[in-house]
């Protein structure tokens, strides 16, 4: 199939320009150019997908046209273009995930240039006798050309890494395939044969990248094109029985004012409120009206655009759905019945006039409650109290954790305590825990905050590895800024050199 259409945008390029049938030219323009992909992998849309953004690029090459019809209203329009796509990537980390690998911020992006051949078939509406407004779509194929992509690595101390690589093509994993086709449309302008400027939206149909996992990767591009015609359009030029002395795209012939420029509704006459009915049969030439009035606007006292012969509530200002009158509120909450969800029952703007819901039926509703799945006290904002047996549990447990000295290894007999920690955490799923690091002011300041964050995010890893989601633990590392004792004592050095849990809802 894409070999045959290849051909066949070919074949009508290359009869265009060997027998001039209407015209060709040069142009190109601008576009975003963006990546539609589609996947299964866990998390993909809340930690990825966020962070990718469009690629400015362009398109440039040779635009042909071919009329199909005898007035030129339709068209046919092959092109032979150069064409970028790709897009970005832009990623910045936490400091505690820094500490481990050692970056802070990644920027990406991804190039693949084409040979694009579109054949769009478009209709063109004469708006004067030098303008047209354009609309139309068709398919395209693309033959890759070049692909590159390139990266910048920031790691935690602002250092800059920036490398290029060159994109493997091809039908198998990781490649990218050296044919893609889609569909175009366009919108715009073409100013008496000569330029022509359109808004373009075009989009893959297939995928133009084979990935290790199961998803879809298709282009989508949105920008605006500029073509310059080098050969004039036949249609063009203006025939003896077209012609239009007032320029009001009437040809004299049927205009019946060709000395004034008019409208094609009002032959030709000009029609100064634009109400159809001509400016010498206007008895209010300079107000809208109807016909049956001679050009007059029906009454409407209250200017709601309803007339008083059709207008129940021709003294207050309505709508036309309700035939003149106000639209009605029934349950009095501000909010029209149009845009009330809950038309019987006062509500909210927010809720488009349904009352605040209560998800946990506990009394507090969900625009104050903290824990609107779990049901709470209005004390602690909706969440429920968490058991001081349940408390005691974590304060002994943070206090029996232990590392190796100066490293972020934990010891052993520590695992115990880590371990009731993780069957907490899965009692309830929606509690969540903040994990602190903490040391004393031995070494330097900058020593304790890379150790205390590497504890904490050492703990946070074994947590995870016990079955509890990422998203519920925070990892952070305080060095000595937070002591609860004297760090001039043994003792007070000693208690400094902790672990400390938050749980909360």
Known sequence: MKKTY???????????????????????????????????????????????????????????????????????????????????????????????????????????????????????LPLTSKVRFIVGGGPYIALQLTDKAAYEIINASGERNIFTDKLASGDAVNKYDKLNWGINALAGFDFNDRLMLTANYSRSMSDFYTAQYPGSFRHELWGGTAVIWLTPSKTAKIKADQKDSDGDGVPDKLDKCPAEMGTAATSGCPDTDGDSVPDNEDKCPGIAGISKLLGCPAPDKDNDGISDEADKCPDVAGTAKYNGCPVPDTDADGINDDSDNCPAIAGTVKYNGCPAPDTDGDGIDDDADKCPLKAGAKENNGCPHIAKDMLDDINKAARSILFDVNSDNIKLTSFTALDKMAEIMRSDTELKLDIEGHTDNTGSIRHNQVLSGRRALAIKTYLVKKGIAPERLTASGFGSEHPIADNNTEEGRSKNRRVAFKIKY
């Open 6 to 124: 290849l051909l066949l945008a070919f074949s009508l390029f290359s009869f265009n320009l060997i027998y001039a049938q209407v015209k060709w030219g040069i142009g190109g323009g601008a576009h975003n150019a963006s990546v539609i992909e589609t996947n299964s992998l866990q998390n993909w849309n809340q930690q990825y997908k966020g962070n990718f953004s469009p690629l400015g690029s362009f398109h440039a090459g040779f635009f042909s046209e071919i009329n199909l019809d005898k007035k030129g209203n339709w068209a046919v329009q092959p092109a032979l273009l150069y064409t970028s796509k790709g897009r970005k990537f832009s990623k910045t980390y936490d400091s505690a995930k820094s500490f481990l690998n050692d970056t802070s911020a990644i920027n990406a992006s991804w190039k693949t240039s084409y040979l694009e051949l579109p054949v769009n078939f478009i209709y063109r």
